[in-house]
Structure formats: structure tokens, C-alpha cells
């Protein structure tokens, strides 16, 4: 399927596109058009500070057409092709889908922000007035691991080898809404052994401090954190607090469900095959997808 046909495909098949992206076909149409003005922005200034050599409009053409150009970019966030088959799909060099995806990237991590802290951040800078406004919820916290190539120093297999994974691993924290309807911050790239209430004091202090938070036995040793009954050595948990544990696990699926839509994405799944280096910004652009995906995106915007 090339690039035209895959583009035909989705407009007379747009229910599919969720399964094809990751997103929806409304959710593809706001996104394709964000982007493109941002991209034509971002040309427009390269061009006022260019010195041409040639005339303005020469030089060799794109083969693949802006919207052609998004889509390769999605098609791998979602499926994780080699470049190689990209190219092949999209009819274009396994270089040129490398640079595609590489370029496109730059400019949907500035659209896309991964979180409402980053978002705040980016366009008013008042987190303050969202701390206070927080307080109201009890917000539920969770991480999760991802593999990623073995490093070449062994100083640094050691920092990123994961015993509970037995692999070199990538650790991500994400702290939601407790209907699961907004990413309110995330923590990328972690090395796989920190451990889960070491992240979570990194991140502490963005948040008020009558904060309240709910999480994992992972997380016990915060009092903000409400966290699970953990059972006594050689003792059985009483009825209350196994009805209690149960209540919290019920409370907190929702972070598990907004991991597992992150994960719907394949590069945030299986073994990390870009540059470590990549690694922070591809992460973000996939939980402004997901935030997209869920609504919470298009309307902060």
C-alpha cells in the first residue's frame, strides 16, 4: 500500500483509522491541519533568513506530499516498520523516510505537548492557578518499563539493566486524572532500576503540598500517597483491608488503561530501536497522541 492508498483508504474508510494511527479520523484531520500551518510557519522563517543560491521555488521537489509526509510519521509511531519497509510503503528511499520521520517529528513535539504541566508551561506559564484547582482530585500514579538496545559501555548496562525485566530498560511515570480524562504529567526516560517513589519525589514538588495522590505498593513511603495494605511477614490481611486494597485497585485502573493506550503505539512498546538519544521526545509525541486520542488535547487547544 503506497502513500496515495493508504490516504485513499482512510478517507473512504475513516472508522479504520484508529486502528491504521492510533487516533480517529477527526482527531487525523485536526492534527494533519495544525501541523501544516506549523510547518508552513517554520518555513516561512527559514526562508526570510535564507541566502539563495538558486531561484526561490527551483531545487528538487518532495515526493510525498505534506499529509503523505504526516502520515509515514504515524504509521510508524503506531507499527514500528523498519525504515526500510516505510520507504517501500510510502514509495520513497529508505533514507528519505528516515529523514521524513525525523524532521516531522520536531514539528509534532512542538504540537503536541505530553502533559498538562508541559502544556501549561508552553502556553501561559500559570501552573500555579492549576495546582490549586488539582487539590480537588486525588490524582492516581503509575510507571511502567520499556526495552531498549544493551549499551556498549558497561557502566551504563549497568545503570539501565532492569532485574524485574531481566533486559536494559527505560523507565516512564505518568500521574492522571482519576477519571483517566487528562496525562497530567509525565516522567520519560528514566533509567529501568529507579525505583518507583525515587521518581516520584523528582516530581514532587510540582504539585501543591496538600496534594493527594493514589498508587501502587511501589510508591509506599509517602504520606501523601495513599498505597495498598501490604501484608505482614508470616500474617494474613484482615477482611477490611483486603476490602480497602480492593478499593484502590478499582480507583487506580484508569492509569493502567491511559499506560495501555500509550502502548497501543509500538515504539513505546517493544525494544527501542532509535537512538537513546530520541528516546525523550518520540515518548512525548506519543502521549500527546494519547492525549489527543482521549479528548484532553483538543480541548486545552
Given at each position: ?14 472508522q ?20 501544516e ?5 517554520s518555513q516561512?522563517v ?13 531545487g ?11 502520515l ?64 480537588q482530585?486525588?490524582?492516581v ?24 525485566k531481566?533486559?536494559?530498560?527505560l523507565?516512564n ?45 511501589g ?11 501490604k501484608?505482614?511477614k ?13 478499593e484502590i ?6 492509569v ?24 525523550d ?21
Amino acid at each position: 500500500m503506497v502513500a496515495s492508498s493508504l490516504l485513499e483508504y482512510i478517507t473512504s474508510n475513516p472508522q479504520e483509522t484508529k486502528r491504521l494511527l492510533g487516533i480517529d479520523y477527526q482527531q487525523l484531520q485536526w492534527l494533519i491541519v495544525e501541523a501544516e500551518a506549523l510547518f508552513n510557519q517554520s518555513q516561512a522563517v527559514e526562508e526570510e533568513s535564507k541566502v539563495r543560491i538558486i531561484k526561490k521555488g527551483g531545487g528538487r521537489k518532495p515526493k510525498l506530499a505534506v499529509t503523505e509526509q504526516i502520515l509515514l510519521t504515524l504509521v510508524y509511531l503506531h507499527h514500528m516498520p523498519t525504515f526500510q519497509l516505510l520507504g517501500v510503503q510510502f514509495g520513497v528511499s529508505e533514507s528519505t523516510a528516515h529523514n521524513i520521520f525525523h524532521d516531522w517529528i520536531k514539528i509534532l513535539g512542538e504540537l503536541l505537548p505530553p502533559s498538562l504541566l508541559e502544556q501549561v508551561k508552553k502556553k501561559s506559564n500559570n501552573w500555579e492557578k492549576y495546582k490549586e484547582v488539582l487539590e480537588q482530585w486525588i490524582l492516581v500514579v503509575d510507571s511502567s518499563e520499556q526495552a531498549r538496545e544493551r549499551p556498549t559501555d558497561y557502566s551504563n548496562q549497568k545503570k539501565y539493566y532492569s532485574g524485574k525485566k531481566k533486559s536494559h530498560t527505560l523507565k516512564n511515570q505518568f500521574i492522571i486524572l482519576p477519571d483517566g480524562s487528562e496525562i497530567v504529567d509525565v516522567t520519560i526516560g528514566k533509567p529501568g532500576p529507579s525505583s518507583d517513589i525515587n521518581l516520584f519525589r523528582e516530581r514532587r514538588e510540582k504539585f501543591a503540598t496538600s496534594q493527594k495522590f493514589k498508587a501502587d505498593k511501589g510508591y509506599i513511603g509517602e504520606s501523601q500517597i495513599e498505597t495498598p495494605h501490604k501484608k505482614p511477614k508470616l500474617q494474613e490481611l484482615s477482611i477490611d483491608q483486603k476490602r480497602e486494597n480492593k478499593e484502590i485497585s478499582t480507583q487506580r485502573i484508569v492509569v493502567e488503561h491511559i499506560i495501555r493506550l500509550v502502548k497501543i503505539f509500538r515504539v513505546a512498546t517493544e525494544r527501542f530501536r532509535l537512538r537513546p538519544k530520541h528516546y525523550d521526545q518520540v515518548i512525548q509525541i506519543v502521549c500527546g497522541l494519547v492525549r489527543l486520542r482521549i479528548g484532553a488535547l483538543m480541548l486545552a487547544m
